[in-house]
Structure formats: structure tokens, C-alpha cells
């Protein structure tokens, strides 16, 4: 039998000896950047145009549409019905809120009643039972007494 004095296995797993060799690739990196910067610049281009289109066509819309006015600025032409339209504005949304604040009778021939909201939440979450039959012949001030001392009912378990 012949004996075999050199080992089988393959290359040896210690580093040899010099230096770690140059593993970038210039000329990759260069053709990657160019490609890059070239795609960019198309990608670019092609959004001048589009918007460009976009401008023109948008341009060409508003030349069909009729003007609201001769001269499309300022106050809304004569005549005017409000002297102070911004004013009377705030006076309505105060008179509603406070109307929204106060109980009465929307039309008490069918015992409609206006609650306030934060009222009706309570009596509502608290699952109070709301007495309406019994405000059928009551006054705003009556009724503002029984909704007012109406208190919840604690569950019985």
C-alpha cells in the first residue's frame, strides 16, 4: 500500500501574506452614475412637458368658462342686501346658540320642546325617563323647574 503524505483538503484557510486587493469597481460605479443622472434628466424633462400640457390645457378651460363678474374681484355686485353681511352673520349664530341654550316650546299644540343639548345628553345617558305628558299644560318656566329637578334614578341591582 502506498501512503499518501500530502493532505486532501482544499486551500489552506490562512491569509497569505500582502495586501487585501482592490475590490471596487470604477468603471461600474461610473456607468451606474451616468445612468443614473441620464434617467433623472429625462425623468425631468418629460415633467416640463407634462406640466407644460397641463398649464396650457388649463389655460384654454379657463378662456371657455364665463366670468362671474366684469372684473372677477371685490364684493359681490350690487344689490347689495346686507350693509354689514359679516356682522349680521355673527348676530345669527349668537341668537341661534342662545336659542340652542334655552328650553321652550317649538310648538306646544303638538308638545314639541326645545332642551338644551347638554340637558337632553344628561337625561339621555343617565336613562332618566323624560316626563312629557306632563308638560303638556305647563308654562316654559314649569317646564324648566321639572326638567331642572328631575334627577337620575339610581339603578336598583
Not at 52 to 60: K, L, P, R
Not at 88 to 98: E, H, P, V
Amino acid at each position: 500500500m502506498a501512503t499518501d503524505f500530502m493532505p486532501q483538503t482544499g486551500p489552506s484557510m490562512t491569509p497569505s501574506p500582502g495586501h487585501q486587493p482592490n475590490e471596487l469597481r470604477i468603471r461600474a460605479m461610473v456607468i451606474f452614475t451616468l445612468a443614473l443622472m441620464v434617467t433623472s434628466g429625462a425623468v425631468m424633462v418629460g415633467m416640463g412637458y407634462l406640466m407644460n400640457y397641463f398649464t396650457v390645457g388649463e389655460q384654454n378651460l379657463k378662456a371657455l368658462a364665463p366670468p362671474r363678474f366684469k372684473n372677477d374681484v371685490g364684493p359681490f355686485p350690487s344689490p347689495r342686501l346686507q350693509s354689514n353681511p359679516g356682522a349680521d352673520l355673527t348676530a345669527f349664530k349668537a341668537a341661534q346658540l342662545a336659542e340652542l341654550k334655552q328650553m321652550g316650546w317649538v310648538d306646544q299644540s303638538k308638545n314639541v320642546a326645545r332642551v338644551p343639548i347638554d340637558r337632553a345628553m344628561d337625561l339621555y345617558a343617565s336613562g332618566t325617563e323624560i316626563p312629557w305628558p306632563v308638560l303638556k299644560s305647563k308654562t316654559s318656566v314649569e317646564m324648566r323647574a321639572t326638567l331642572t329637578t328631575t334627577s337620575p334614578q339610581p339603578e336598583k341591582k
